[in-house]
């Protein structure tokens, strides 16, 4: 199994930043894309940013030169810098996973999902 945790949300003023962290442990053979999507009260589950194992990255239209993506590989973990937030960004934020597991000489790719935390932006 393979675990996601994340930290960092919280509340925080329109025009101020935060930092989401999610680390992945567990029965891990190597780790492709991982990304954060957010969802808003009343609204689908959307995507956020992404970013391939050799660091490629794609944002949301809304979050593009606000937010940045980045990744550990040595430490499976991938992390948000939000800044210039918005009330708009209020939402839960999921951190997501492509795990490749190897079971024998096979291998498997499997999405995992992290709990969410929450962010809060409000004056």
């Known amino acids: 199994q393979v675990q996601l945790v994340e930290s960092g949300g919280g509340l925080v003023q329109p025009g101020g930043s935060l930092r989401l962290s999610c680390a992945a442990s567990?029965?891990?053979?190597?780790?492709?894309?991982m990304g954060w999507y957010r969802q808003a009260p009343g609204k689908q589950r959307e995507l956020v940013a992404d970013?391939?194992?050799?660091?490629?990255?794609n944002y949301a239209d809304s979050v593009k030169g606000r937010f940045t993506i980045s990744r550990d590989n040595a430490k499976n973990t991938v992390y948000l810098q939000m800044n210039s937030l918005k009330p708009e960004d209020t939402a839960v934020y999921y951190c997501n996973a492509e795990v490749v597991q190897a079971v024998l000489i096979a291998k498997y790719k499997y999405h995992y999902w992290g709990q969410g935390t929450q962010v809060t932006v409000s004056s």
């Open positions: 567990g029965s891990i053979f190597s780790i492709n894309a």
């Open positions: 970013i391939t194992s050799s660091g490629s990255t």
